[in-house]
């Protein structure tokens, strides 16, 4: 399946389109998500810290997705970064 990873925050360096699209195999989960993802930011991103990929969180339209969960149906995922400042 075809999922499309809208970025935000820092990560948003990682693709001047705003988002990247992974072909995942059907019902991987949000750790496999999160793990091509780490690869892909890896390969093609290097400016980006795969790290950051790991302690962000991932959410659906509706809900904040844990690792255990699957990725939705529709395959439409973003990534949020973690936040700081005051």
Known sequence: ??????????LRDADSRGYIELDM????TIAALREAL???????????SAG???RS?????HEILHNHR???EDGQIAILPPVSGG
């Open 1 to 10: 399946m075809k999922v499309r990873i809208t970025l935000f925050g820092a």
């Open 25 to 28: 195999p059907e019902q991987s």
């Open 38 to 48: 780490q690869h892909h930011v890896h390969d093609h991103a290097p400016p980006i």
């Open 57 to 61: 969180a991932f959410a659906s339209e």
């Open 70 to 72: 699957t990725v939705p």
């Open 52 to 54: 950051l990929v790991q």
